[in-house]
């Protein structure tokens, strides 16, 4: 009988300890509590992921931007383990590298949204990621993915019905490459976190921005004080990352690991197709009414900031021998999908 305790004992210390040691990836995304792209995450596939590893197993909880360091100090709060792994965006990081530029969002780039998903999946865009990362926190990051879900909508408190328009105009664009194309023509670009974006609008501070998915901006607020959006917006596809603390990524089993390079998958495909319905339903109302003017920019305004985007992205990948390896595998991988001859 005591043989039989002294085990039974032991089986419950082991489930304790199993109970006590199961993790909680602190994730830091680069939404404000309430958008809707935080909420899609929070309200729906964080308790996915949670279900799928079962009691014992990793969790994670998505943190809202700034939760626990400033957006463009994600990359070293994960590296030192103060964050467990981001949601962020790449191009938030371009002053430390330009080719986080590159990777973050090749302005008026590519088409669709999945095409810069398959190409950080299946054309070396995941593995450029990793080598920036490599070089910039001493190999203590793993990259889990990366990729936009949403073409983001230009809100703007003026008309802005092509590329003259820009000339001047104060424009709220992240720093590096964006910002480059946009001063390239002609306007103002202010770098702010999105998250100050509708009070910078509301106060006079910019009078655009390159900000979010339509539904993102509407969630925000966005079109009480910006009532001009142009969609679809002219050039930014803007790539979140998923990436952990290497020490917490190798802490997790091989079932653990492949379960958090499914879900990432599958949240941001599905976060995709939805955002674009959203964005399609809301355009649509917002078109019928009288209060907000929805610009679509004319396919030769579009082909005119392309061009202007196409000299940046040169410049940039002269910068450093990672840029030019980054802008070398985008254009390749344009060249295989028939974007770029």
């Not at 939404?31 to 964080?46: N, Y």
Request: hydrophobic residues 45%.
């Amino acid at each position: 009988m005591k043989r039989f305790v002294t085990f039974a004992g032991a089986l419950a210390l082991a489930a304790t300890t199993s109970l006590a040691e199961a993790k909680t990836l602190k994730l830091q995304a680069s939404s404000k509590a309430g958008d809707w792209a935080h909420r899609f995450m929070t309200d729906d596939w964080q308790k996915k992921f949670n279900a799928m590893t079962g009691e014992d197993g990793v969790k994670i909880e998505v943190l809202p931007t700034k939760a626990v360091v400033p957006h463009r100090e994600t990359i070293d709060a994960v590296a030192n383990g103060i964050l467990d792994g981001d949601l962020n965006a790449v191009s938030y990081f371009s002053g430390r590298d330009p080719a986080f530029a590159i990777m973050g969002d090749l302005i008026a780039g590519y088409d669709t949204v999945d095409q810069l998903q398959t190409f950080c999946q299946y054309g070396g865009g995941k593995e450029i990621l990793q080598k920036l990362y490599d070089k910039y926190t001493k190999g203590k990051v793993h990259v889990v993915g990366c990729g936009p879900y949403a073409r983001e909508a230009l809100v703007s408190s003026i008309p802005m019905k092509g590329v003259a328009d820009l000339e001047g105009v104060k424009i709220r664009s992240p720093e590096g490459l964006a910002s480059e194309v946009f001063k390239r023509a002609g306007a103002s670009p202010v770098s702010l976190p999105f998250s100050e974006v509708y009070t910078s609008l509301e106060k006079g501070l910019v009078e655009a921005a390159d900000a979010s998915a339509y539904v993102n901006n509407n969630a925000s607020g966005m079109y009480k004080v910006a009532k001009y959006p142009v969609y679809p917006g002219i050039h930014s596809m803007a790539v979140l990352q998923f990436i952990v603390n290497k020490d917490a990524w190798n802490k997790l089993s091989e079932a653990e690991q492949t379960a958090l390079e499914v879900w990432y998958i599958a949240a941001y495909t599905s976060m995709r197709r939805k955002a674009d319905l959203e964005d399609k339903r809301l355009v649509a109302e917002h078109k019928a009414g009288d209060d907000i003017t929805v610009i679509d920019w004319p396919q030769a305004d579009r082909d005119e900031f392309r061009n202007i985007a196409v000299e940046a992205w040169e410049d940039f990948g002269e910068k450093s021998a990672l840029a030019k390896e980054a802008l070398d595998a985008n254009i390749t991988f344009m060249k295989l999908i028939g974007l770029l001859d």
